[in-house]
C-alpha cells in the first residue's frame, strides 16, 4: 500500500494503524492549514514507503476524535503497532514544520532503548 493515503473512518481505523509505524493526518474540510498541507502528506505517503499514511476526516468523525482528545487541527498522530507515540498540532503548521517533526519524531523511536 506504499505511496497510497488510506481513509480512515470509525469502522476501519483501529486496523489501520494496528501494525506497523502509520502517520495519520486527522483534517477538516473548513481548515484551511489542512487543505494546504494535502498536497505535502500525499507526497510524504509516496516518499515514506516504510510509512503508512491514513487521513481521517474530523467532521466525519467526531466520536473517533473525542475518544482521540483531539483539540484542535491540523493534527498528526504517530501510531507504532496501534499505539500513539508521538503527535503534532500547530494551527500555523507548514510543510516544513511537519517534514521536521516527523524525521526528528522517526528518528527519536527507532532509536533501541537501553
Known sequence: MSGAVAEATKENFRDL???GTVLV???GPQCRPCIALMPHVERIAAERPELKVV????SQNRRLCMELRLMGLPVFLLFRDGKEIARFASPEMTDLDLERWLDKTLKEVSRPSC
Open 55 to 58: 487521513k481521517l476526516d474530523s
Open 17 to 19: 494503524v494496528g501494525t
Open 25 to 27: 493526518d486527522v483534517w
